[in-house]
């Protein structure tokens, strides 16, 4: 796939932390419509990628291209927001004191952007887009309760929501099997992949059930590049991987 026709592009990338370099000559390319998982062991630089992706860590050196044209080295993170990269961290972020329904209307209406701004932007309902929302993220059921009365995993799926109601083009997800139930940890890996049908998605795990289950291509970063890159069969079987990542 060349830079062109590939949603998101990064080429050679670079970051160094006081003379450590967190991201090596990283390169990865993402198509359009494509979910794709990123494995690695702590301080292969994931969350570094993340950040030079939406703008908060600007790379020293190397290529990012969003859409294929659009040089994202040079934009900060609330234009970046605004191209429509939307990024969910591996924290829950929601509006406790307000109902499920309230959080999806409140970033429904809201410019895109991170949700702690958005208080004084309540207006009217685009109901049929909450109601489709709703459904996709297994909270019908919920729409009146508090967020705060969410479990942890409840309250991934809400923020996942609350991010899709910005129509983002590409969704980044960080760890969102972090601290759920195994129940939670399956159902949000058959959420991503209802997501993964009409979004483009790169999603950062450790838990290889969920990596399995969603069935998809797998890059292992290490040590700021890339390890192994293909099915999750495939990088499996790479000794280097075994012995970084999913030996220890
Ligand atoms: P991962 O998300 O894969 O665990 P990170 O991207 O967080 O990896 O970190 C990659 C490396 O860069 C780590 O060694 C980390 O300590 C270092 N690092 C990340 N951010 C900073 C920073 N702001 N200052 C100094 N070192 C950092």
Not at 15 to 26: Q, T
Not at 28 to 46: D, T, Y
Not at 56 to 65: A, F
Request: glycine residues 8%; negative net charge.
């Amino acid at each position: 796939m060349t830079r062109q026709t590939s949603l998101l592009y990064l080429d050679g990338v670079s970051v160094s932390f006081d003379g450590f370099k967190a991201l090596n000559d990283l390169s990865l390319v993402i198509a359009p419509g494509e979910m794709r998982a990123i494995i690695g062991p702590n301080g292969a630089g994931k969350t570094t990628m993340m950040d030079v992706i939406t703008g908060k860590t600007k790379p020293d050196s190397g290529e990012v291209y969003f859409n294929g044209v659009v040089d994202l080295t040079g934009e900060d993170e609330a234009s970046i927001a605004e191209l429509g990269i939307g990024r969910k961290f591996q924290k829950p972020t929601v509006f406790e004191s307000h109902t499920v329904w309230d959080n999806l209307e409140l970033a429904l209406k809201a410019p895109r952007g991170p949700f702690a701004t958005l208080f004084h932007i309540i207006s009217g309902a685009e109901k049929s887009r909450i109601e489709e929302l709703l459904t996709l993220i297994r909270l019908s059921d919920k729409r009146d309760e508090l967020a705060a009365n969410l479990s942890h995993g409840q309250k991934q799926w809400l923020e996942i929501g609350m991010l899709l109601a910005q129509d983002p083009k590409l969704l980044l997800v960080d760890e969102p099997a972090a601290g759920m139930t195994d129940a939670e940890t399956m159902e949000t890996a058959e959420l991503l992949k209802d997501i993964a049908r009409t979004h483009s998605v790169v999603v950062v795990e450790h838990d290889m059930h969920f990596i399995r289950a969603l069935g998809v291509k797998v890059t292992c970063l290490a040590e700021g590049s890339v390890l192994a890159e293909g099915s999750l069969d495939h990088v499996s079987a790479n000794e280097r991987v075994v012995e970084v990542y999913l030996g220890r």
